[in-house]
């Protein structure tokens, strides 16, 4: 039996020293073009032997510090200063991020939560297998940046995961330290079956995450995290000149999952407390108006857990199930 192959064709040649600027191309027939393609922006910047780094942004479409900072590398960026390999996809789920949507209009994909995929699947499930089966083992760093999307907003933080290796671990924590966010987080996953991070992980990789801000759009302080945190990251892995600038930053955790509070009713959310406020056990954090009557009253959701307020939910309507607040315990209590 033959095996499926995956359709994508990518317009650089990632073995060929200088900068390339293309596309990887996914076949994809509709209405409107029946021959057509899902054109993926990628550069891919290469000058000698070295270790390569994968740089993603827009993995959920509508997180954008990282499509800004990477396409800003990727205009400006200087070969001489390279050593090794650079492959940047500053759009990683394309037809999300031109949609202006978490998920792909296409099949309703959410690459976070698709992969290994599929070489014969859906258009996402074949971009995750792309990414999985011809990326990933090219590369030694892997940093997909993040944001909190339409409905989250985040203290600007890098993350790495607690891993069983120690070894792995602690190069996912230097580079993660390296990104040098405001805040750096050890991260716990909620559901990490499917996710990009765990691919990565799974095959040995320096891995480095992030959440940057949110609420679908961006600001100059987090665009300014997102390109230190890349150039950073590749200096740290020798591949671009220079020494990682580094600024002040807090280690979180969250420990358990006492540090997401979740909706239970629908509602209007009143935040009792901001994005880097701390906050003690029982301090109510945020408060659910009933608004089909006047006298329908509030539920007031109250911190389980000692911390700052790390993340939250935006905008003002919430869902039941709907991730309202995390709080995050710095690292030194
Ligand atoms: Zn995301």
């Known amino acids: 039996m033959n095996l499926p192959v995956n359709p994508i064709i990518a317009s650089v040649d990632f073995d060929a020293d200088g900068i390339q600027h293309g596309f990887l191309k996914l076949p994809h027939s509709t209405d409107t073009s029946a021959w057509g393609a899902v054109m993926i922006p990628v550069?891919?910047?290469?000058n000698g032997?070295?270790?390569?780094?994968?740089l993603t942004g827009a993995n959920h479409g509508d997180e954008y510090e990282g499509a800004i900072a990477l396409l800003d590398l990727a205009r400006h960026l200087d070969l001489a200063e390279v050593t090794g390999r650079i492959i940047a996809v500053p759009m990683m789920n394309q037809p999300a991020f031109a949609a202006g949507?978490?998920?792909?209009?296409?099949?309703?994909?959410?690459?976070?939560?698709?992969?290994p995929g599929r070489p014969d699947g859906s258009p996402t499930q074949k971009i995750a297998d792309y990414f999985n089966a011809t990326l990933l083992p090219m590369a030694d760093v892997v940093l997909d940046i993040h944001s909190g999307g339409r409905t989250l907003e985040?203290?600007?933080?890098?993350?790495a995961h607690e891993l069983d290796d120690a070894e792995h671990q602690a190069r996912c924590v230097a580079a993660m330290t390296a990104f040098n966010a405001p805040f750096g987080v050890m991260l716990r996953e909620l559901d990490a079956a499917g996710m990009y991070d765990t691919a990565a992980e799974s095959m040995g990789k320096t891995f480095v995450t992030t959440e940057i801000g949110g609420g679908g759009t961006t600001t100059a302080k987090t665009i300014a995290v997102a390109k230190r945190g890349v150039a950073n990251v590749l200096m740290h892995a020798g591949i671009l000149a220079g020494t990682p600038v580094l600024a002040p930053s807090t280690l979180l955790r969250m420990p358990s999952d006492a540090c997401y509070i979740a909706a239970e009713r629908a509602g209007l959310v009143e935040f009792c407390a901001d994005l880097g406020e701390e906050v003690a056990v029982g301090d109510v954090v945020a408060r659910v108006h009933d608004a089909s009557r006047t006298d329908a009253g509030a539920r007031d959701y109250t911190a389980a857990i000692g911390g700052?307020?790390?993340g939250r939910h935006f905008p003002g309507?919430?869902?039941a199930g709907d991730t309202l607040c995390v709080i995050a315990v710095p690292d030194d209590r």
């Open 43 to 46: 550069m891919v910047a290469k």
């Open 317 to 319: 309507l919430v869902q």
């Open 101 to 115: 949507r978490r998920t792909s209009p296409l099949d309703g994909g959410n690459m976070n939560r698709i992969f």
């Open 308 to 310: 700052i307020v790390a």
């Open 49 to 54: 032997d070295g270790p390569t780094a994968l």
């Open 154 to 159: 985040f203290l600007p933080f890098a993350a």
